[in-house]
């Protein structure tokens, strides 16, 4: 008898998914992951993260579902990138344009901690509601970094770097005891840039004017009751309170469902045809290096590996099928030649099908690199891109090591075969070809920013010197053509390909389980662009090796603390 109640209890369930009222549920707690898993390990440690794609797909589709009544989203736990959360912001606005109530809700927006970006996104709904024992941490926006040269003196440890120019402050950290002029000067603008961003976006969503927003950050942080009285949020309420007031406005019979869980069974019924014309979507993130895309076991971030990305590319480009490709760069940089290696196929893609680049919450030095030589560069206010510019060197360690009573000894052939061996300090000829190496770097890269970006080499050079930019500073100076998320990328190559608003989207490369299995026949086969998990790798360890001046990534870097979360 209890099992026969069970199943039919379980059908009716079922019967009510498919037919009642919904309440579309969204848990950012454990964050978002921004495309497909790129290796088998990432898959396992993004299997409990709801994916981007699930979101824009499920909100756009509950928008003109009548069986959608609500979205409810919960914020807070692990923090996302500020171009990531005007995505989601993007996509939530766009809901909510429908008429149908879309309500956040925060255990806190900070707990004895900044909470800004968090409640910028919060400020999209149309009610938010906080925690009685929350806080609203809306205290503005920091960018600080710390100068080692004082300790590595006292060490004897000294940096010799060379960078090109004023504004590639990336090694600063070592060569440096404070700022320079230009080094404060471009931080203080990417300060100035995101303010003006999460203080309009803020004023908007909670109908206030921006002063007082600026007002209201300079005041920062708020208990409850000072952010109800502020009118920062709707109500002090507990989860259950929260639920059981959307469920009252929602109807009674209303269940929940998770958006990701909605958009995945849309796309089950509504399945395109395998041959459909449609569009390649290939996602670049991570540090950019040569060979294949994967991560270490051991953690850390992932990298884009330039052979992946080519096939990926390659793949795209040889398929009927595929009529235009939108690629996805999150990225700081890295490698030079590996930058240029995707460049290059970008390039010889673009000859045949329309390429529109989408930027994530990175795509700065090698990131812009690899974006440039698109037809279109898409890029999020909030994202942080250019840094046009080189710098290299190495640590030189020999007072160190007398100190602690190591000799090193060095028996070579060839004049410069020690050059960057870090027991001894360049030579002068040896530096030399340092700085020819940098400058060689340096005008290359420039001078395909002013080939990719109908630039003069004088203008693009204006604009480069290292500095980083804004997604909203670039566009003004043309090095990013358009504001917007994937979703206007993905509009875009539709319109230029001349498909239908509807036509399908293909995570590229495309692979069955026997391509998977079997490896690459060449490296012009499709299955040469799979990732694979990077034993190599430095793991959790990659960003105090890159600090150390460690070879892990490559000239073309970002420093890893222009994140604004």
Not at 524 to 551: C, I, K, N, Q, T
């Amino acid at each position: 008898m209890d099992a026969g109640k069970a199943i039919i209890d379980s059908i009716d369930k079922l019967r009510q998914r498919r037919t009642g009222p919904l309440i579309l549920e969204l848990d950012l707690t454990e964050g978002l992951t921004d495309g497909p898993p790129a290796d088998p390990l990432t898959a396992v440690l993004s299997m409990r993260k709801t994916r981007l794609s699930d979101v824009r797909a499920g909100l756009r589709r509950a928008a003109k579902d009548s069986r959608v009544k609500a979205l409810i989203v919960k914020i807070g736990g692990n923090p996302l990138g500020l171009a990531l959360v005007q995505e989601v912001r993007q996509a939530v606005l766009g809901f909510r344009a429908s008429g149908k109530l879309t309500v956040a809700f925060g255990e806190t927006f900070g707990e004895f901690a900044g909470g800004t970006v968090p409640y910028y996104l919060a400020s999209a709904f149309e009610r938010v509601y906080l925690q009685p024992s929350g806080d609203i941490g809306l205290t503005g926006v920091a960018l600080e970094q710390r100068f080692v040269k004082g300790a590595l003196t006292k060490l004897g440890v000294d940096f010799e770097m060379g960078q090109r120019h004023e504004y590639k402050t990336a090694a600063n950290t070592f060569t440096q005891d404070h700022m320079t002029e230009p080094h404060r000067e471009s931080m203080t603008r990417i300060v100035e840039s995101v303010t003006d961003q999460l203080v309009a976006g803020i004023a908007e969503g909670r109908r206030l004017d921006p002063a007082k927003v600026r007002e209201l950050v300079d005041r920062g942080p708020f208990i409850g009751p000072e952010a109800l009285e502020a009118g920062l949020v709707d109500g002090l309420a507990y989860r259950d309170e929260v639920y059981d007031e959307v469920k009252q406005s929602a109807g009674g019979e209303a269940q929940l469902l998770y958006v990701s869980r909605y958009a995945r069974a849309a796309a089950v019924r509504k399945l395109p045809h395998p041959t459909a014309d449609g569009i390649a979507l290939v996602h670049g993130a991570g540090q950019i290096r040569t060979g294949r895309s994967g991560r270490s076991p051991l953690g850390g971030g992932g990298a884009m590996g330039s052979d992946t990305i080519s096939a990926a590319l390659r793949a795209a480009r040889r398929d009927e099928h595929v009529k235009a490709v939108v690629f996805r760069v999150d990225s700081p940089g890295g490698s030079y030649v590996a930058s240029d290696t995707v460049w290059r196929e970008v390039v010889l893609t673009r000859k045949v099908k329309p390429v529109i680049v989408s930027m994530g919450d990175l795509a700065a030095s090698g990131g812009y690199f690899v974006s440039m030589a698109a037809d279109v560069i898409v890029a999020q206010p909030g994202t942080l891109t250019g840094s046009i510019g080189v710098f290299g060197g190495k640590p030189v360690l020999a007072e160190l090591l007398e100190k602690i009573g190591i000799n090193s000894e060095l028996v070579s052939e060839g004049a410069n075969a020690g050059m960057f061996s870090t027991s001894r300090a360049f030579s002068p000829e040896q530096w030399a070809r340092i700085n020819a190496w940098l400058d060689r770097i340096y005008d290359d890269f420039v001078g395909k920013v002013a080939q990719g970006r109908d630039l003069t080499p004088e203008r693009a050079h204006e604009l480069a010197r290292g500095r980083v930019w804004t997604g909203a500073d670039a566009q003004e100076r043309g090095l990013v053509d358009e504001l917007g998320g994937l979703e206007d990328a993905l509009a875009l190559a539709r319109k230029r390909a001349g498909l239908s608003d509807e036509a399908p989207v293909r995570a590229f490369p495309r692979l069955n389980p026997l391509e998977r299995l079997r490896g690459p026949e060449s490296s012009e086969d499709r299955a040469a662009a799979l990732a694979r998990v990077r034993l190599d790798a430095w793991g959790p360890l990659a960003r105090l090796s890159a600090e150390l001046g460690l070879p892990a990534t490559g000239p073309l870097t970002l420093p890893a603390w222009y994140v604004i979360r």
